[in-house]
């Protein structure tokens, strides 16, 4: 194949035109069968090896061709130095470039390509791990305690503060443990003082979860006053932040001084909030003056809601009217930093700008600018209903400063809501009519505002049973804004009253559509179902409330009084318990369980609750007459008496009590002060009948003279009584002898008193009437 290798002419002319007609035998085909290399390159990885550039064109050196037929020809490049892999002086140079990636001058000689080792064999196996070496026992024991760390930390989030606790122990207890170990085996310089400053910081805040303040003072201490730990000092503040739980103010000061000492500059937020605190400290311990330093501070550095609300806070307990105001000021110019509304309205119908809109919405940035906004509003309105009635002569014309000075701010929608308050001030102050006024001014604002008062004017005129009124202004709000469920409610309240149980209903379910937390509209459509008979839903709306409202009396009371109306007396009593459990001292509730025990036949747990009934309201008839008839069916009378004095002094114009009385003193023997107690009642009520009939028999007993004399007030009595009743009976027969007279089909008993005749027109004799038979008589003769 050599007749097919061309060298380059040894000439000195460049030709333009030269080696266009020059033939590579690399690409000559026809003799690759018989190529030796080419057919090892096939089948091996020999042929992965680096090509040998092959001869250019007009150059003035040649680079070696190897075939498998030619040998290997050491040409020299244009610079004169020898190119790479080439022999020089009997001395091959070594491939520098690629011997790193597995080419060695060996592959040039034939062997086989192996970059990877593979034909070395396996790799030997690798050595055991000791487990028994300090080494390997030391990081073993520290991997556990990150573990009860994260582990304690875990629990802490999850509310579980009792396990929390025991890992951090835990932890601690281990930590030491390991540090024993390092010290026998390495320097004290190698002990990880990172891991023992978190096993200590997690041990005194899990102490402090669990109101172990003792403990977790000394832990810090602990920390605190180790130098080797860096920027410990910062855990001043939670030890101040224990001395404030504590109530020990004047030690939470000094922390919190101590630590704002050791915080640089350059930690501006810190600073503050660690001011922050120790202005509340101040407030706590009636050091307001040093408490409007550090607020003022604040609001000057770094204005925050918090900041500004406790400054009003400062000034009101200093009575400084102008101060107040600058406050409130301040207050209103607080930034919120967050996005406005109208961010998350979409300017087109891109359907991407949407759909991200819409993403965005309700994320948790949202929620957090919500949270944010609702908590500055409730700053401002509670700021400006404190301050009202102080910075001017009255509250009205304060309210109207802070009205002002909010519509000038960012907050101009609470603006109409000060305005409410300011009608719901006038109604704790007993002023009707001023509230009324006041609301009456929003029949002209926006829809929102409208229907928010009148719904207030509403329930104004249903507490004083104007229920025209309260219907009007409940369809006012109702129609100003449909979805508002207290103006819904009030609707159903007006209708309720008016006795359209059903109607009332309707309106209290929209209610709850519109707001299904509306325990109102969810209370009063319970009660509805009860009017309407229909127990099984109203229990199951007082089961839903009492999942809402689980220390609710009124939801507890209902359930008991639904299953009693159900004949369920044990889960009556049931639910009673849970609700004295609530409310100890209801006297009402109390005096429930003891009529149901006593239904039941359970006389001792009746008497029970009817005793503690009593002794938190001894003025309930009911539970003093049940009490002084349990005394005498127990044949103790004399305990009886007190009760019944009580009766008598509660309704000194009821007999029975009095007639209980001596009855009591009669029962147990002592006659002397029965006869007196008897002869007391009877100077007060001479006509009573069974009085007399006591007296008489007591005084045969004993023998007195004064028997006869009241025999015969008994025996007058009870003929006047006698002739009584026959006039009673006799004027009802007449009566009715009259109006079936009157009610008769004959025409010549009706008598026309007009012309004197009968209804055939004859002349008759006019019948005589008595007065009472007159007035007995149809209405149409009473005029005559």
């Known amino acids: ?48 090896r680096p090509p040998i550039t092959a001869k250019i064109p007009n150059t003035a050196a040649t680079r070696p061709i190897a075939t498998g037929y030619g040998s290997k020809t050491s040409l020299t490049s244009s610079l004169g130095r020898p190119m790479t892999g080439a022999i020089q002086d009997g001395v091959a140079r070594p491939m520098t470039a690629v011997r790193a990636a597995g080419f060695t001058k060996a592959a040039l000689r034939g062997s086989a390509f192996d970059p990877l080792g593979q034909s070395r064999g396996p790799a030997p196996p690798l050595e055991a791990k000791n487990e028994d070496s300090p080494e390997e026992k030391i990081r073993q024991l520290e991997k556990k305690v990150n573990e009860l760390v994260e582990e304690s930390c875990i629990a802490n989030s999850c509310g579980d503060l009792k396990l929390a606790l025991e890992k951090a122990k835990d932890a601690g207890r281990k930590e030491r443990v390991l540090v024993r170990q390092r010290e026998q085996v390495t320097t004290p310089e190698n002990i990880n003082l990172d891991l023992t400053y978190s096993v200590l910081f997690n041990l005194a805040s899990q102490y402090s979860a669990n109101e172990m303040y003792a403990e977790a003072l000394n832990t810090y201490q602990v920390i605190v006053k180790n130098k080797m730990f860096s920027n410990a000092g910062r855990l001043k503040v939670n030890m101040g932040n224990i001395y404030l739980k504590q109530r020990n103010y004047s030690k939470a000061i000094k922390f919190y001084r101590m630590a704002l000492d050791q915080i640089p500059s350059v930690h501006k937020e810190m600073r503050i909030k660690i001011m922050q605190n120790i202005g509340v400290t101040f407030i706590k311990t009636g050091q307001y003056s040093d408490a409007i330093n550090s607020f003022e501070h604040i609001m000057s550095m770094a204005p925050n809601l918090k900041a500004g609300f406790n400054l009003i806070l400062s000034y009101f307990a200093v009575g400084d009217r102008e101060k107040m105001k600058k406050a409130f000021q301040k207050l209103i110019a607080v930034p919120l930093e967050i996005d406005e509304d109208d961010k998350y309205i979409s300017p087109s119908d891109d359907p991407h700008t949407n759909l991200v809109i819409e993403a965005i919405k309700n994320d948790h940035l949202r929620q957090m600018e919500r949270e944010r906004k609702a908590m500055a509003e409730k700053y401002i309105m509670t700021a400006a209903k404190l301050i009202a009635p102080v910075i001017e002569t009255s509250f009205a014309i304060g309210y109207d400063w802070c009205v002002e000075v909010v519509k000038a701010s960012q907050y101009v929608e609470l603006a109409n809501d000060l305005e409410i308050n300011k009608a719901i001030t006038y109604l704790r102050q007993k002023d009707f009519n001023q509230a009324v006024e006041t609301l009456k001014m929003f029949e002209k604002k926006d829809s929102r505002v409208k229907s928010a008062a009148a719904t207030n004017l509403s329930f104004l005129y249903y507490l004083e049973n104007e229920f025209t009124q309260a219907n009007s202004y409940a369809d006012l709000a109702v129609n100003s804004d449909r979805y508002n469920p207290s103006a819904l409610t009030n609707k159903g309240n007006t209708v309720f009253a008016n006795g359209d149980y059903e109607k009332a209903a309707e309106f209290y379910k929209e209610a709850l559509r519109n707001d299904s937390s509306c325990t109102e509209a969810l209370y009063n459509i319970g009660l509805t179902y009860k009017k309407l008979n229909r127990l099984d839903e109203a229990l199951d709306c007082f089961l839903k409330l009492h999942a809402i409202l689980r220390n609710s009396a009124q939801v507890l009371y209902q359930i008991a009084n639904v299953y009693e109306i159900m004949e369920d007396p044990n889960q009556s009593i049931e639910w009673l318990m849970q609700l004295i459990s609530v ?11 003891g009529e149901l025990y006593d239904n039941e036949g359970d006389k001792s747990q009746a008497f029970q609750y009817y005793y503690e009934s009593y002794r938190y309201f001894p003025s309930n008839i009911e539970v003093i007459e049940w ?19 009580r009766a008598a002094l509660i309704q000194p114009t009821q007999v029975k009590w009095q007639l209980m009385v001596a009855s009591c003193y009669r029962r147990s023997g002592n006659y002397q002060k029965a006869l007196d107690t008897y002869k007391e009642i009877h100077r007060k009520f001479p006509e009573n009948v069974e009085c007399l009939r006591f007296l008489v028999r007591l005084c045969t007993d004993i023998g007195l003279k004064e028997v006869q004399e009241y025999a015969t007030k008994l025996k007058r009595l009870e003929k006047m009584k006698e002739i009584r009743e026959q006039r009673i009976k006799s004027g009802r027969d007449i009566s009715g002898s009259a109006r079936s007279k009157r009610e008769g089909s004959s025409g010549s008993g009706t008598y026309d008193l007009r012309t004197g005749r009968d209804l055939k027109g004859h002349q008759v004799q006019p019948p005589h009437f008595t007065e009472s038979l007159f007035k007995a008589m149809s209405p149409r003769y009473q005029n005559i």
């Open 1 to 48: 194949m050599m007749q097919n290798v061309h060298l380059a002419p040894e000439t000195d002319e460049d030709d333009l035109y030269s080696g266009y007609n020059d033939y590579n035998p690399t690409y000559d085909t026809e003799e690759l069968e018989n190529d030796t290399a080419f057919q090892q390159a096939v089948r091996t990885s020999h042929g992965r």
């Open 583 to 593: 409310v100890p001292t209801d006297s009402r509730a109390l005096s429930k369980l």
């Open 627 to 645: 009490l002084g008839a349990y005394y005498i069916d127990t044949q103790f009378c004399e305990k009886a008496i007190k009760y019944f004095e």
